[in-house]
């Protein structure tokens, strides 16, 4: 079997060393905050004041707090913090700077996102100028077609990223209501819980209804589709709103289906100027293709920062800040260049003070498959327990190509295909579609770069377009000599696989397989299968 | 002392006292422990308000 050469922190942790100690079963909540020594506590402590003044400038708006008793799902947003705790587990120095800086530029997007529905929706705000001039989205969508739309004149509305996605990050219960709802008007459970409790969401008549159009992505999967189908009926019949289908091919490595998505793009950038009245602007378009390379090029540097033996910027927060960044902002709002080059910054000072953040590496791991991280802090306890090293996942490993930011003819006419090319190329598309080559080829091609001896396999038993590879995986695993750990889990219903029976996979198969002991056993069992 | 010197050193009390409070319910996470007694009482909420349920 490959093996990576163990890496041993010289340096002995600030504050406590097992931070086990702060869960307590009686409790939905942490016991207490880690002590992480003096000056890191403090710094923690300034972004935990700084997570309060967004809630609270949020709350004190009368129009939010209407639509705080207006929606179920609101409720998680109380749980922030938690949220937060579970994204630092165990982070010293450049590393908690890292995920703070990444999680709280989230957290603030997010807070604005809602805002922004709040203040449109027909129930709640009701500002109907500016409900005139938003466009709703999927929350797996990629808004390339509107990259050429001034964000002052025309809104894009990622609805659906407030109201299951992020609220699941910090309450694991959230949907499980919208999953109780969606079956009980049959549909089947065996879908993935995610556009399965979007479906629920739109049932039970608690998305923002706000927007003069809708544009809808063939996402990924069964699921997504049926989701889709119940939430544009609802869009369209009762509320009236047009929804475009935004058909994009899915076996995006064929060079032929480019021209195809291409008019996809158009048609859905003259849909959205029909039903705004606002036109299509080049300066716009091409200034976000210079942000959009630009993040590239920081996620790459980013990358290249992990594939050395002091990965610095990992886990949920990687992944997450990546997903925010790349798909529902892409090159739109100018603050996300500014946050890329100091996370880069604060990675590269990491790298070069040689930063560790646990007492050792053991292994260089790469996350595949469709992962439950965000509700769980699964990436951060596999390197304080067993000192395995997430490098990077699957969502995370997405364009490295840079996209034509000139404004020429020749330019104009590529911006489409570009456009087409990161759609068709999109978080949780690009690996789970697009054939044999991109979901298993990529994944050894990725350990080879990367120098990672474990591939760690989120096994989501509820979707399809994994499940079907599992014997080349493990099959070509064999050959190469990678250690494939495979981890079950049901996404974001924890009644399937709670939080300590993921974890519990991975306990089995370090001691038994691996025949190691864990780095900190105060974290082998964890209560916190009922804490939100 | 006059009234002016003692401007100062009200401030600092005043930071003083805001870092003490809002530390001890920060390290002892009291926030999210008030909260989580909420939850119970805005669930009966959600659950008595009425939707327009339709597939």
Redesign the interface.
């Known amino acids: 079997m490959k093996t990576v050469e163990k890496v041993v922190n010289p340096v002995r942790r600030a504050g406590e060393q097992s931070p086990g100690k702060i869960y307590n079963e009686k409790l939905k909540v942490r016991a207490r905050r880690e002590w992480r020594g003096v000056r890191d506590t403090f710094y923690d402590y300034t972004r935990w004041l700084y997570l309060m003044s967004v809630l609270g400038r949020f709350i004190v708006v009368p129009r939010n707090i209407k639509g705080f008793f207006r929606y179920r799902w609101m409720m998680s947003y109380l749980f922030v913090p938690h949220g937060m705790d579970k994204f630092t587990i165990g982070l010293r120095d450049e590393a908690l700077r890292i995920a703070h800086t990444s999680f709280n530029f989230v957290i603030a997007d997010v807070t604005q996102a809602i805002a922004n529905c709040f203040r449109g929706d027909r129930r709640v705000g009701n500002d109907k100028a500016y409900s005139d001039k938003c466009v709703i989205t999927d929350e797996n969508s990629m808004v390339t077609f509107m990259m050429g739309f001034d964000t002052d004149k025309v809104h894009t509305i990622l609805r659906e990223v407030p109201t299951m996605f992020a609220s699941n990050i910090f309450h694991q219960f959230n949907v499980m209501h919208y999953l109780d709802i969606a079956q009980q008007y049959g549909i089947p459970g065996d879908v993935c819980p995610m556009p399965e409790a979007e479906a629920g969401i739109s049932i039970e008549d608690d998305f923002c209804v706000l927007g003069c159009c809708a544009v809808q992505n063939n996402t990924t999967c069964d699921g997504s589709l049926m989701g889709n189908g119940i939430i544009a009926k609802r869009l369209e019949r009762e509320y009236g709103l047009p929804t475009f289908q935004l058909a994009t091919p899915l076996r995006h490595k064929e060079p032929d289906v480019l021209d195809y998505a291409a008019r996809e793009i158009k048609e859905a950038i003259a849909f959205v100027e029909k039903h705004t009245g606002e036109k299509w602007d080049w300066d716009v378009y091409f200034t976000a293709a210079k942000r959009v390379n630009d993040a590239t090029r920081c996620r790459i540097a980013q990358m290249e920062i992990n594939s050395t033996p002091y990965p610095q910027f990992f886990g949920a927060a990687f992944s997450l800040y990546n997903d925010t960044n790349y798909m529902g902002n892409s090159g739109r709002n100018a603050d996300f260049v500014a946050k890329d080059h100091k996370l880069l910054a604060l990675a590269q000072k990491g790298y070069e003070a040689k930063r560790m953040y646990a007492r050792e590496y053991r292994h260089r791991c790469i996350v595949w498959g469709v992962q439950p991280q965000y509700c769980i802090d699964m990436l951060y306890w596999m390197v304080q327990c067993w000192g395995v090293m997430p490098l990077t996942d699957m969502l995370s490993v997405i364009n490295t190509e840079m996209i034509a930011e000139v404004d020429t003819p020749e330019n104009r006419e590529q911006a489409y295909r570009d456009m087409a090319m990161l759609n068709m190329e999109m978080i949780m598309r690009n690996h789970t579609h697009g054939g044999y080559k991109v979901l298993v080829d990529e994944l050894w091609e990725l350990c080879e770069q990367m120098n990672a001896d474990m591939v760690m396999m989120w096994e989501h038993m509820s979707c399809k377009a994994l499940t079907g590879m599992h014997g080349q995986f493990e099959e070509q695993a064999r050959a190469r000599g990678i250690h494939i750990m495979w981890v079950s889990h049901d996404l974001c219903d924890p009644r399937v696989f709670t939080r300590q029976a993921i974890r519990d996979q991975v306990n089995s198969y370090m001691r038994t397989v691996l025949r190691e002991e864990p780095l900190d056993p105060s974290l082998e069992i964890i209560p916190d299968n009922e804490a939100y | 002392m006059s009234k002016i010197a003692k401007i100062p050193l009200i401030l600092l009390g005043i930071v003083l006292g805001f870092f003490v409070v809002?530390?001890i319910v920060?390290?002892?996470?009291l926030?999210?422990?008030a909260?989580?007694m909420?939850?119970p009482i805005?669930?009966k909420?959600?659950d008595r308000?009425e939707?327009?349920?339709?597939?």
Do not use: S
């Open positions: 809002t530390f920060y390290f002892f996470n926030d999210m422990k909260t989580a909420l939850e805005l669930e909420w959600y308000l939707h327009n349920q339709y597939i």
